[in-house]
């Protein structure tokens, strides 16, 4: 019998129509396009705008495309793993608020939190439940909607983030295409350097927290980049080595989009040139889960059965991981 991977037969993205350009921040706060581009790489980043809207609004229109490209029914998924570090609310989850909008009736589902790392950490889990012959279809989506944690009078942050909703469905493959392998790790020392210290049980809301700003996304940079940098490259080299893949069996990397210079190392150190790694930070900035299926959804058209995939990521906490997986489909 061959050993079932669990394989991605769709992907879909959605991001807001609204742009914030590096022109507009320089209105808003003390930096210039320059300053920005050198060194994020980020030109504009997309904002959910409206009344009431919140993360769940990034997935409902992915998801649907993503059901509609795929030719089935919401009834159809089993389980719906959402990744996100803005939830809609602390609970209900928002993959349970996401299956009551798209009418997923017959499903079951949780957040995954994992800062920048999400996305992956919610992929190798949905892997899980495929391979172990529980479920046939699930439904993994990566959506943050960071514009509701950030302060537009701090610089460090506000330049960074961006709001947007990646989602991929997953389904048992015996062709031996699919999930391979992943290398995923945490480092809790990493927390006080990249964090939202308010609204949980440490640091209830209260007057005075709001006050003190402590909602609001906190990044220390310089330790960040410097542990992201390196992390993050050594990670999808170890993957590719346990795999016995060199960088000519590479097709595609496909790095989470935090700063340009971290994906530029990656792939130096991968030793892939830039003509096979997926870039738009230029265009979204980081939207968190968000990245690398969006990157997913964005090249789905360049992609080709059996190619060689290195997913790559890094994120608050510390978290940071590597997937190695065979694309599945070439879209018609």
Known sequence: MSKIHAAITAVNGYVPDHV???????????????????????????????????????????????????????????????????????????????????????AWGYDLQAACSGFLFGLTTAAQFIESGKHKKVLVVGADKMSSVVNYEDRNTCILFGDGCGCVLLEPNEEGNGIIDAVLKTDGSGGPYLNIKGGGSLNPA?????????????????????????????????????????????????????????????????????????????????????TIPLCLWEWENQLKKGDNLILAAFGGGFTWGAVYLKWAYTKA
């Open 20 to 106: 914030l350009t590096n022109q507009e921040l320089e209105t808003m706060v003390d930096t210039n396009d320059e300053w920005i581009v050198t060194r994020t790489g980020i030109k504009e980043r997309r904002i959910l705008k409206g009344e009431g809207k919140a993360t769940s609004d990034l997935a409902v229109p992915a998801v649907k495309g993503l059901l509609e490209k795929r030719g089935i029914s919401a009834d159809e998924i089993e389980l719906i793993i959402f990744c996100t570090s803005t939830p809609d609310m602390l609970f209900p989850a928002t993959a349970n608020i996401l299956a009551d909008k798209i009418g997923a009736k017959k």
């Open 206 to 290: 209260t007057h005075q927290t709001v006050e003190a700003g402590l909602h609001y996304a906190y990044q220390e940079g310089r330790t960040v980049f410097k542990f992201a940098v390196t992390n993050m490259a050594e990670v999808a080299v170890e993957v590719m080595e346990r795999n016995n893949l060199t960088s000519e069996d590479v097709d595609w990397l496909v790095p989470h989009q935090a700063n340009k210079r971290i994906i530029d190392a990656t792939a130096e150190r991968a030793g892939l040139s830039d003509d096979k790694v997926m870039v738009n930070i230029h265009k979204y900035g980081n939207t968190t889960s968000g």
